[in-house]
């Protein structure tokens, strides 16, 4: 069994369905609303646990009714969360995602109690063979626990979002990173590499070194990937979109589950598209989380 440890957010989400965005001083009526457990580091934790890994979760949520589920939530999915401190005076994060009828969603987020981790909770991690790390959380914590895992040699898969509060420290403990397009171009922004923004390929090939992989989501058109060496792509099988919030959580905990199991970046970018686009056919991000069933399914009945 792939042992994962994911340092990351837990985020309350508040999710309307919309029929388009509003504008400046537009009042929206929303179709739908449901509250749901998010944010990436809880996403990916929960994704690893359904697709059969052990999983340790570190992270911080406040003493407030949306900490006490997000405990009692870990412990249902079966996920160790021994490490995930209770901050006083401060409040579990909530964002509140925006879908309109295309599936596609954005957010505002409050990042409460994910932004006060402290480093020094990721100075005694256990030992694991994936380490899942984005950037909801302190870098300084994040830095800590990717520096630790990569000296002993465990892969560590980092999710740069939001991308701004990516750091250079933080990319350089990866051993892979995942961005989607717009934190692909980020990421290449001053650099000596200026591919077409619009070629997620080329992306890939740019952020791709000997050192550290990168793999690039491309939403429906699935994802482009270079190890330094080789490069390739893979396409989702074909889904309804309703919903894509945590599709992209999905793809990474799938993707760290493969590549931990050995698989090659050809083999897990297949495996890693087809739990995307399970996680894209639900409403709200926990619900659409897959199952390894889920997504072999799904596979299967694409071949």
Request: charged fraction near 20%; charge should be negative.
């Amino acid at each position: 069994m792939v042992r994962a440890l994911v340092v990351g957010s837990l985020v309350q989400d508040l999710a309307f369905q919309i029929p388009q965005r509003p504008g400046p001083g537009e009042v929206i009526i929303a179709d739908e609303f449901g509250t749901f457990r998010g944010g990436k580091g809880y996403n990916q934790a929960v994704a690893l646990a359904r697709l059969g890994a052990e999983v340790t979760m570190v992270g911080a949520v406040g003493h407030d009714p949306y900490g006490d589920g997000f405990l009692a939530a870990l412990e249902r999915e079966g996920i160790d969360a021994g490490r995930v401190v209770r901050l006083r005076g401060v409040s579990t994060a909530v964002a509140v995602p925006l879908i309109t009828p295309d599936g596609e969603v954005g957010f505002v987020q409050h990042p409460g109690a994910n932004r006060q981790l402290p480093p020094a909770h990721c100075a005694d991690l256990p030992d694991c063979d994936v380490l899942l790390l984005q950037g909801e959380v302190t870098p300084a914590a994040s830095e800590r626990a990717g520096g630790a895992i990569r000296r002993r040699g465990g892969i560590v898969v980092c999710n740069p979002a939001p991308i701004h509060d990516v750091t250079p420290a933080l990319l350089a403990t990866a051993s892979v990173i995942c961005p989607n397009e717009v934190e692909a171009a980020a990421l290449l922004a001053d650099g000596p590499a200026q591919p077409d923004r619009s070629d997620g390929a080329a992306m890939a090939r740019a952020l791709g070194t000997e050192e550290r992989s990168c793999v690039v989501t491309l939403g429906a058109a699935g994802a482009a990937w270079c190890d330094g060496t080789d490069c390739g792509s893979g396409r989702p099988p074909q889904v309804r979109a309703v919903d894509t919030t945590g599709a992209g959580d999905s793809f990474c905990a799938a993707l760290a589950v493969a590549l931990a199991e050995g698989a090659g970046y050809a083999e897990a970018v297949g495996f890693a598209c087809a739990a995307g686009a399970h996680a894209a056919t639900i409403r709200g991000a926990e619900p659409g989380l897959p199952t390894r069933a889920q997504v072999e399914a799904l596979l299967n009945h694409a071949a």
